[in-house]
């Protein structure tokens, strides 16, 4: 059975089911390697901020390397940094008018956390829809070929090999690319869930760290006080 045999009977139906599994292949595999490429990038750019930011010689040289480390960790690192710094110089804080210091940092370091935990979820979406609804696309195709094959069971009076055969391999490749668009796209998602829940909690150790640090003067990675 050949693909080409659908596209030569002119079948809008099925040519659209076979296009539109094609375009859930292509973005699947595009968010593949856009996510693993990006989640090497992350996971070296926090080694290197994380080594570097507690092995500062003070606190100008740490935020200095916030301001120009594009880790994860560094967005966290700048977001305390300057949300304490507006939370210590403004008269006028409104909201945190009623709050501690401690607080404050906590509630800017939750903020944080949740952008953060927002852009490692880009993309997740996407594959999640594709591996939910590629094998329904695929069946529709399925049931819109045995259908064919009916109607020309039905119209030949006959239920030849050679006359249901197309009609019911178009109806087998609809199921099996289905399939294979399906389960990469929830494998990936699998994989992709799992790496960002080790980073989230990179990122959770790293704020309680950070957060220690600024309320007691004391890190805890290096047992010295600031």
Known sequence: ???????????LVLIG???ALVGMSV???YFVFLKALRLVQVRR?????????????????????AATSPAPLARLARAVFEGLHHFQS???????????????????????????GARLQAGQAVLASIGSTAPFVGLFGTVWGIYHALLTISTEGAASM??????????LVATAAGLAVAIPAVLAFNAFSRRNRVLLEELDAFAHDIHAFLTT??????????
Request: charged share 20%; hydrophobic share 45%; glycine share 8%.
């Open 27 to 29: 973005l699947t595999w």
């Open 90 to 116: 403004s008269q006028h804080t409104r909201l945190g008018d009623s709050c501690t210091t401690d607080e404050f940092l906590v509630r800017t370091l939750r903020n944080a956390l949740n952008r953060e």
């Open 162 to 171: 050679d006359k249901v055969a197309g009609p019911l391999g178009e109806a």
């Open 45 to 65: 750019a926090n080694a290197r901020f994380a080594a570097g930011f507690w092995d500062a010689q003070d606190l100008p040289a740490a935020k200095q390397l």
């Open 1 to 11: 059975m050949s693909l080409t045999y659908v596209f030569q009977q002119d079948d």
């Open 217 to 226: 003067g004391v890190s805890l990675r290096r047992g010295a006080a600031a």
């Open 17 to 19: 089911v076979f296009l």
